[in-house]
Nanobody, 119 residues
C-alpha cells in the first residue's frame, strides 16, 4: 500500500472552483491507476473520476462530466481533481485512492479532504 495525502478542499460558493491534490512519496507512483471518490453524510462513498497509470485514459461519473477534470503528474507523484461549476450537491469528503497494476483494485486510500459548496 501507499500513503496518500489529499489537500485543497474548502468552502466555496456555488459556481466556483477548487483544485484537489493527492500526493505520495511512493517512488513507483506511475505504476498505480488513481481515482477520486467522495462521500456525503448518510450516503455511500461514490466514484468520481479515475485516471490510468500513464494519464492517457480517464473516466468520470455522469454527475461530474464536463465540470471536473482529473490529471496526474508522475514526476511529482501527484494526482489532481480540478472542479469547476461546483454545485451544493458536490459537498462531500473527497478521497483519492490508488490501484496497483497487479490487482487493479483500489487498495490505498487517503484521509480525505472536505469540500463544501454553499448555495
Amino acid at each position: 500500500q501507499v500513503q496518500l495525502v489529499e489537500s485543497g478542499g474548502g468552502l466555496v460558493q456555488a459556481g466556483g472552483s477548487l483544485r484537489l491534490s493527492c500526493a505520495t512519496s511512493e517512488g513507483t507512483f506511475s505504476s498505480y491507476a488513481m481515482g477520486w471518490f467522495r462521500q456525503a453524510p448518510g450516503i455511500e462513498r461514490e466514484f468520481v473520476a479515475s485516471i490510468s497509470r500513464s494519464g492517457r485514459s480517464t473516466d468520470y461519473a455522469d454527475s461530474v462530466k464536463g465540470r471536473f477534470t482529473i490529471s496526474r503528474d508522475n514526476a511529482k507523484n501527484t494526482v489532481y481533481l480540478q472542479m469547476n461549476s461546483l454545485k451544493p450537491e458536490d459537498t462531500a469528503v473527497y478521497y483519492c485512492a490508488a490501484a496497483p497494476r497487479a490487482t487493479r483494485q483500489y487498495e490505498s486510500w487517503g484521509q480525505g479532504t472536505q469540500v463544501t459548496v454553499s448555495s
